[in-house]
């Protein structure tokens, strides 16, 4: 149960013969009908009704993760993801899933830079248990010491398994360290190592009392279930929870990059490599649906601008344009990510020049009509078919709510993509893909005994 979980959601199709293949009707458009309430104590309640099938999906999203963290307790958001399973004074450690996985439910959570979520997908006659379980933990978790060093351990292995340990997780924890000077996106979301062992018990007291209330909490319940009935289960179980009110948090504003960063990152490695970050915007920002589909005619599939230039040519052995899509895009200015790794025999630096010799000639001349046309194809087929399951659904509705605070915005997702037209992708281009706005990072292979001189690797 962690960030590295995270449902793929809204990622584009392995092949693009499954993408085109789900394509939607060029006149439809969602309309998921959103009931809304607040309890006295300040907890959201979103509620789409759907009978169909007789499976509802519940889902508490927290207003807490990385970004709300400071230097010296980084990770805290995902190491407490992990507490919320140990049990409660009832439950036992992992109780909480035996119970309902043994109802057939499906039960799992996931940390980003923005908010924590808790999630079950089940029969929705089983809904009551839910409901009364997450009650339960919110209110009786059972933090102790015992509990509290079995999971740190846990994280710290995923951190050296999933960062240190992997290719290439370092060189993008060294990106958005160098990218990001003053925002909190600026450390990843499992945490630093050196922040992580210094955690301490009361550290996740006082992050448990401040993040895990009612005031900070949107449950989302997707499927088959009545709305009244859905909110009076939470009135039953949540009605009575505090809410203590946050902490006052003025915004954290990144300040305009203003010329172009570099970084070189070394170690035991079989290739070369460049991630590459240029500033861009959040979720509330409408530049997101054009920034989506850019990233798409760059790198989604091999009619991709960077496919056939790079990859096909044997030039990359991989290269990508990395831009999450809405709701998952951050509630704050991301970055959008170029990914390149040189194909043995072919030099690094000369790749890098013609990738940005690529990106000045789209910024010039745009991108042609079919170009658009297959990329809105993808991204609309990849909502539609979300839109068909009641998780994802509930994922869509609960995360625009969260960082824009108007869970409507599902419905007119289709239209925002449909609006974007060549000017528009062209615009975005001229005014994100710049050199002052770049920020570049480099893997520079060395040997083990040149690795060892430079320290460990954390």
């Known amino acids: 149960m962690s960030f590295r979980s995270r449902p793929r959601f809204l990622g584009l199709c392995d092949t693009e013969e499954e993408s085109m293949s789900a394509s939607p009707p060029r006149t439809w458009e969602p309309e998921i009908k959103i009931v809304s309430f607040r309890l006295d104590n300040g907890l959201t309640l979103l509620v789409l009704p759907d009978h169909h099938v007789p499976v509802v999906s519940l889902q508490l999203h927290y207003r807490v993760g990385s970004r709300h963290e400071l230097p010296g307790i980084t990770g805290i958001s995902h190491l407490f993801e992990h507490l919320m399973f140990r049990g409660t004074e009832e439950l036992g450690p992992e109780e909480f899933s035996r119970i309902l996985q043994a109802k ?35 209110k009786h978790l059972k933090l102790d010491e015992e509990n509290f060093r079995t999971e740190l351990q846990v994280v710290l292995s995923e951190r050296k398994l999933r960062s240190v340990d992997s290719p290439f997780g370092l060189v993008e924890e060294q990106l958005y360290a160098t990218a990001y000077t003053q925002h909190p996106y600026q450390w990843p979301v499992i945490g630093r190592d050196q922040d992580l062992r210094r955690l301490t018990l009361a550290d996740c007291h006082s992050y448990y009392r401040t993040h895990y209330h009612a005031g900070n909490l ?23 929870i505090p809410n203590p009110g946050l902490p006052e948090s003025p915004p954290v504003v990144e300040p305009p990059q203003r010329g172009e960063r570099r970084a070189i990152f070394k170690k035991v490695s079989q290739v070369e490599a460049f991630f590459a970050g240029f500033h861009i915007v959040g979720l509330g920002h409408p530049d997101i649906y054009p920034l989506t589909l850019l990233a798409v005619i760059l790198s989604t599939g091999k ?29 704050d200015p ?125």
């Open 218 to 240: 949107i449950v989302v319940v997707a499927g088959d279930v009545d709305p009244e009935a859905a909110r009076d289960l939470m009135v039953r179980y949540f009605g009575d």
């Open 303 to 331: 009619s991709s601008r960077f496919y056939q230039e790079f990859v096909r040519t044997g030039r990359a052995a991989e290269m990508e344009a990395d831009l999450a899509p809405p709701p998952w895009s951050t509630q």
């Open 334 to 458: 991301d970055l959008l990510v170029i990914r390149a790794v040189a194909a043995p025999g072919n030099a690094l630096a000369a790749l890098e020049a013609d990738v940005w010799s690529l990106i000045e000639t789209l910024k010039k001349q745009g991108v042609k009509p079919e170009e658009l046309a297959r990329a809105k194809k993808m991204v609309k087929s990849q909502v539609v078919q979300a839109l068909s399951k009641n998780f994802y659904r509930g994922l869509l509705v609960g995360l625009f709510h969260l960082k824009t605070g108007d869970a409507s915005q599902v419905n007119l997702m289709l239209r925002n993509y449909e609006a974007v037209d060549q000017d528009d992708l062209r615009r975005v281009a001229q005014t994100y893909l710049r050199e002052d706005n770049r920020t570049v990072v480099t893997l520079k292979p060395v040997s083990p005994e040149e690795s060892q001189s430079l320290g460990p690797l954390v």
């Open 104 to 138: 057939g439910g499906e039960i799992n959570a996931f940390t980003t830079k923005d908010h924590t979520s808790y999630f079950e997908n089940l029969p929705a006659e089983h809904l009551e248990l839910a409901v009364r379980l997450e009650a339960d933990r919110l």
